[in-house]
């Protein structure tokens, strides 16, 4: 379970760690957005360069990045296998057949890229908590939506809702460290290969981590209700936001990339080298 890292923050003094939180929600959009529009081995291969880059800027040592991959790698895995035996290509002949199952060389370019966007997704919002806090996220998105006040939208309840969740998914998985633990000290079977018997062994976490996080949630509205919490309307921040110059920077870069990815895609000039970086 510590193997999940969204929601862990990791303290350095580097330029990721300053930047703007308003800016780095924004940049993760777009490259949330970016990935789903990459059809090619040279736009992935761009944007997985960018990535590595944010990691090394960012001074987060870069296993402590990947170990969040782990809790996904078995999702990306089957995805892919599902991928890879039931595409179809009419226009081509199959490399390998058995059964019903035909494998095309379309369809290990399709799964490799679909695993491929499966872990871009999961790698940049890992990094986003990583080097920003919760209050930092919370402050900048409601900073973000804070036109949606005029049209009476619970803007700071949604940004507080985000800062609670992020600050417990810590909190829950060492609750759940020490449930399992407990556990084992009583024979519970973690380790079986088994798939049934180990949704079996889990039961017994679920229920107590079910009725620990409602006690958490308990108490945390008693301590927000008896520092007489009531709302967003007349309260300030301790740190105000503040943009600057590489700020501005950054995002400019990352609109530029934006749109080579788009051009990358569509190729609305038409150039035939565009076409051979489009594989």
């Known amino acids: 379970m510590r193997d999940i890292t969204i929601g862990q923050y990791y303290p350095a003094n580097s330029v990721v760690h300053r930047a703007d939180p308003r800016f780095k929600l924004v940049i993760l959009i777009m490259f949330l ?46 995805t892919t296998v599902l991928t890879l035996i039931f595409y179809t290509d009419s226009n081509a002949e199959p490399l390998a057949e058995y059964g019903i199952f035909h494998i ?5 370019y399709a799964s490799i890229k679909l695993a491929w966007r499966l872990l871009l997704l999961v790698m940049m919002p890992t990094l986003l908590t990583l080097t920003s806090t919760p209050t930092e996220l919370c402050d900048g998105l409601e900073s973000l939506l804070s036109p949606l006040k005029k049209l009476h939208f619970p803007v700071h309840e949604l940004a507080l809702i985000m800062s609670i969740a992020l600050r417990l998914i810590p909190t829950l998985i060492e609750e ?20 049934f018997k180990k949704i079996k062994a889990m ?4 229920i107590p981590l079910f009725v620990s996080s409602f006690r958490r949630a308990d108490d945390l509205a008693d301590a927000m209700d008896s520092r007489c919490y009531r709302g967003a309307k007349g309260r ?17 870069f990352f609109a530029a990339l934006f749109v080579c990815v788009l051009f990358l895609k569509y190729n609305y000039l038409g150039w035939a080298w565009i076409g051979v970086l489009s594989l």
Do not use: W
């Open 33 to 78: 957005v970016m990935v789903f529009f990459c059809q090619s081995f040279f736009s992935f291969g761009f944007l997985t360069a960018f990535v590595i880059i944010l990691i090394l800027l960012s001074c987060v040592p870069p296993l402590k990045v990947l170990k969040g991959l782990k809790m996904v790698i078995i999702v990306v895995l089957i």
């Open 176 to 195: 759940t460290d020490k449930i399992m633990n407990a556990q084992k000290a009583r024979g519970a079977q973690f380790e079986s290969r088994n798939p």
């Open 203 to 206: 039961l017994p976490v679920l």
């Open 236 to 252: 300030t921040r301790m740190k105000k936001l503040k943009f600057h110059a590489s700020d501005v920077f950054a995002l400019l």
């Open 104 to 108: 095309y060389l379309s369809g290990i």
